[in-house]
């Protein structure tokens, strides 16, 4: 009868969530490098405008205003590209589970009702 490798099956998940975390994270660095320095780029234009006259108080808040958008919307964008590396992992785990179950389930002659997963 055929069963599963506990050994085997545990390197193949980590081997998948290696993969995925690699691309994903190498994305997300690269994301928030440009972001960050972005923002930076626009902290020393209001900082310097306001220390030489050019912007007046007023001005300077309007302008830290939009630095304080900028941030969140970097924020919650890399939350959400975080987000769907964890949805990516869960269903690459999924699937692999349910691959090695199927396998030892036809290796034995068993059918198995269709599965939903992963999830998508």
């Known amino acids: 009868m055929a069963t599963?490798?506990?050994g085997q099956l545990m390197q193949d998940m980590a081997t998948t969530m290696t993969t995925i975390l690699k691309t994903d994270v190498?994305?997300?660095?690269?994301?928030?490098q440009a972001k960050a320095k972005s923002i930076a780029r626009?902290?020393?234009l209001v900082a310097e405008g306001y220390a030489s006259g050019e912007i007046d108080q007023a001005e300077l808040e309007m302008?830290?205003?939009e630095v304080d958008c900028m941030i969140e919307r970097f924020v919650r964008n890399l939350g959400?590209?975080?987000n769907t590396t964890?949805?990516?992992v869960i269903?690459?785990?999924?699937?692999?589970i349910c691959g090695a179950i199927k396998l030892v389930a036809a290796g034995a002659g068993v059918p198995l009702p269709a599965l939903n997963l992963p999830r998508e």
Do not use: Q
């Not at 190498?26 to 928030?32: E, I, N, Q, V």
């Open 26 to 32: 190498t994305l997300l660095r690269g994301y928030s």
């Open 63 to 65: 302008e830290l205003d």
């Open 91 to 96: 269903n690459a785990l999924t699937g692999a």
């Open 4 to 6: 599963i490798d506990v």
């Open 86 to 88: 964890i949805e990516r």
């Open 80 to 82: 959400a590209l975080a």
């Open 42 to 44: 626009v902290s020393k």
